[in-house]
């Protein structure tokens, strides 16, 4: 008997670097990587796009627990989500360090572009969906 993967060719393509688009200004937020771990999907900030006159690696100020205070650059914002029927999902499964605040997380790609992600945060019935943008290398 062949023990693999319960997962579908194409569902490592969330693995990688992604750009991530400010949903209110339209503009380039971070770089992303997304990789897997313990059969999990992990995400960690590698760059912050950030103006002159911010500070170019700020802290979480406003998390809690062991990541407040803690550099954004370098911080795990998606935390073990797991791969059920063509999405990664999870509860607790995302950080916004600009708020501190932890939303349950699916994660999917894009049904017409396999170079978009989306990203949606939950609270209860409530959501609001991220669009990320691959990095090719």
Not at 45 to 59: A, T
Not at 100 to 116: A, H, R, S
Request: hydrophobic letters at 30%.
């Amino acid at each position: 008997m062949l023990f693999g993967s319960a997962m579908t060719p194409g569902t490592k393509d969330v693995f990688g670097k992604w750009k991530t688009i400010d949903d209110e200004t339209g503009k380039p937020k971070s770089i992303v990587l997304l990789y897997k771990q313990d059969g999990k999907l992990y995400g960690k900030i590698l760059k912050l796009f950030r103006g002159p006159d911010e500070e170019q690696n700020p802290l979480c100020d406003e998390c809690e627990g062991e990541l407040h205070n803690k550099p954004i650059i370098g911080m795990q914002i998606v935390n073990g989500l797991e791969y059920d029927d063509g999405e990664w999902e999870g509860d607790d499964g995302i950080l916004d360090p600009a708020n501190g605040k932890v939303y349950d997380c699916k994660i999917w790609l894009d049904e017409d572009d396999p170079d978009l992600l989306n990203v949606r945060g939950y609270i209860g019935f409530l959501y609001r969906t991220q669009y990320w943008h691959r990095i090719k290398e």
